[in-house]
Each structure stands twice: as C-alpha cells, then as structure tokens.
C-alpha cells in the first residue's frame, strides 16, 4: 500500500507541473517552430525576396528535373562501342551479315541501333537484287534518317534547360530592379515626413533587393553548365556515329565489290 501511495503521488506531482505549464501565459506557443522554419533559412529569404522569387522557384524545380532526367537518358552514351564496332566489321568482312545484325541488335545504345538499321537495310535491299549504287545509297540515308530521329530524342528538354540558364538571372535582375525602386521610394517618403533612420531603410531594402539577384545566378549558373555539358555529350557521340557510319559503309562498299562478277571476256574471233 505504501509502494501504491508513493505511484499515486509522483503522478499527482507531475500532472500538476503540467497543468502550470500549460497554464503559464510564458510558455511558447506551439506554432513558433513552424514560424521559426518561414523566418530563416532559404525559406526565410525566398519570402523575403518578394514575389520574383516564385518564377525563380519554379525554373529550379524544372532545370534539376531536367538535368536528372538528361542525366539517366545520357547514360547509355557512355557504353564502350569499340568492340562492338570491330566485331560487325570482321563479320563483314568475312560476309556474315546477318551475324553483324544479330550482334547490333542484342546490343544496347544509339549506335548499336544505327548500325542496325543500316544492316537491316542492306540485308533487305540486297535480298532485292538492288543496284550496288543506288543499295549504297539506300542504306547511307537510311542511317542519317534513323540517326537524326536518335539525336532528336537525346536533345529532348535541352532547350528547356537553356531557357532557365538565361531567364532565371533576367527575372532576378528584374526582382531587384523593382526592390530598388521600392526601397528609393519608401526612402522618398521617409525623407518627407522626416522619421526614420533614411541610411539603413536604404541598405535594408537593397539587401532585400539583391536576393531575388542572388537566387537567379544560383538557378541559372548550374543550369548554364548542365546545358554545355550535354551538349559536349552529343556532339562527341554525333562525331562517333559520323565514324562508325563511314567504317560501315567502307564495309559494305567492300562487299558490293566482291560481289560484282568479273567482266567477261570477248572470246569471239575475228572472221577470215
């Protein structure tokens, strides 16, 4: 009973420190955390900044989902082709071509692809009995049309990604211009009644001016940077298409050559 007695009254002793507690006018108020989280920080300043800073907000949601989706799709660049290359033209050269397009098309990445489709092609148009000529030229725009289709598809949203490099520090030039002129005319206006310290109105409102400065070269310096690196990319795998087209077509042309038959010779005689 004693040990029961005791339970009671330490239960007894802390409900009353929370009753006071909840009682006391002093104590914080449960929504000064969150107060606190829209006061500083980055949210702090994206609030301060004014209403320029939404604009700039947004283009850095749509510049980061751009270069992580730019990123994943680029990937694939990066797979060695070299081997892949030497193997479709040894199996040209010993004329196994349908072993060339097997390998192209278990393979993964654009150039596999493109070498693929030429195959297919010349595959296809030389079943056909075509001309050398006119299958050599057949298969040269076939890979250009397919090729064409494949850089298209790697600059998709790039030109999204360069809008944000230049309009993100546009509108925070512009967020600052109208910070100033609103922080020169509350100064104007605190000239005429006569109150207020004019020198640090001045400073505060150009400190807040510069945020919206500050927020759109931070937007628009990594969007700048992620935009040439993607283009250096595709240029770089255009230049490597441009090669492994040329070495594909020496092939092919080696291959219509053998296969033209040897001109025949005049074995009729001259008559007596």
Same mark, same amino acid.
């Given at each position: 009973?004693?040990?029961?007695?005791?339970?009671?009254?330490?239960?007894?002793?802390?409900?009353?420190?929370?009753?006071?507690?909840?009682?006391?006018?002093?104590?914080?108020?449960?929504?000064?955390?969150?107060? &606190?989280?829209?006061?500083?920080?980055?949210?702090?300043?994206?609030?301060?900044?004014?209403?320029?800073?939404?604009?700039?907000?947004?283009?850095?949601?749509?510049?980061?989902?751009?270069?992580?989706?730019?990123?994943?799709?680029?990937?694939?660049?990066?797979? &060695?082709?070299?081997?892949?290359?030497?193997?479709?033209?040894? &199996?040209?050269?010993?004329?196994?071509?349908?072993?060339?397009?097997?390998?192209?098309?278990?393979?993964?990445?654009?150039?596999?692809?493109?070498?693929?489709?030429?195959?297919?092609?010349?595959?296809?148009?030389?079943?056909?009995? =075509?001309?050398?000529?006119?299958?050599?030229?057949?298969?040269?725009?076939?890979?250009?049309? =397919?090729?064409? /289709?494949?850089?298209?598809?790697?600059?998709? /949203?790039?030109?999204?990604?360069?809008?944000?490099?230049?309009?993100?520090?546009?509108?925070?030039?512009?967020?600052?211009?109208?910070?100033?002129?609103?922080?020169?005319?509350?100064?104007?206006?605190?000239?005429?009644?006569?109150?207020?310290?004019?020198?640090?109105?001045?400073?505060?409102?150009?400190?807040?001016?510069?945020?919206?400065?500050?927020?759109?070269?931070?937007?628009?310096?990594?969007? =700048?940077?992620?935009?040439? =690196?993607?283009?250096?990319?595709?240029?770089?795998?255009?230049?490597?298409? *441009?090669?492994?087209?040329? *070495?594909?077509?020496?092939?092919?042309?080696?291959?219509?050559?053998?296969?033209?038959?040897?001109?025949?010779?005049?074995? &009729?005689?001259?008559?007596?």
């Amino acid at each position: 009973m004693q040990g029961f007695s005791f339970i009671l009254a330490q239960a007894n002793s802390i409900s009353g420190t929370n009753t006071a507690a909840a009682s006391d006018p002093s104590a914080p108020p449960e929504t000064s955390s969150i107060a &606190d989280f829209f006061d500083t920080g980055a949210m702090g300043l994206l609030l301060e900044g004014g209403p320029f800073m939404w604009p700039i907000l947004l283009m850095a949601l749509v510049g980061l989902a751009v270069i992580i989706e730019r990123w994943r799709s680029l990937k694939m660049l990066g797979n &060695d082709t070299a081997e892949l290359k030497n193997s479709v033209l040894m &199996d040209l050269t010993e004329n196994r071509i349908e072993e060339a397009l097997t390998r192209c098309e278990q393979a993964t990445g654009p150039v596999a692809a493109i070498l693929a489709n030429g195959l297919r092609k010349y595959l296809v148009l030389s079943k056909l009995n =075509y001309d050398p000529a006119r299958l050599e030229e057949k298969v040269i725009k076939s890979m250009e049309s =397919y090729g064409a /289709h494949i850089l298209a598809a790697l600059e998709r /949203h790039l030109p999204m990604l360069a809008i944000v490099a230049s309009v993100a520090p546009m509108v925070g030039f512009l967020g600052t211009v109208q910070g100033m002129i609103v922080a020169f005319s509350d100064i104007v206006e605190m000239d005429k009644t006569g109150g207020g310290n004019i020198i640090q109105a001045a400073a505060a409102g150009i400190q807040v001016a510069l945020l919206t400065t500050c927020f759109g070269l931070i937007v628009g310096i990594p969007a =700048y940077m992620a935009f040439n =690196y993607f283009s250096s990319v595709i240029n770089s795998f255009v230049l490597e298409v *441009e090669e492994s087209a040329a *070495e594909l077509m020496e092939a092919v042309t080696l291959q219509l050559t053998l296969r033209e038959p040897p001109p025949r010779k005049n074995t &009729d005689t001259a008559s007596p």
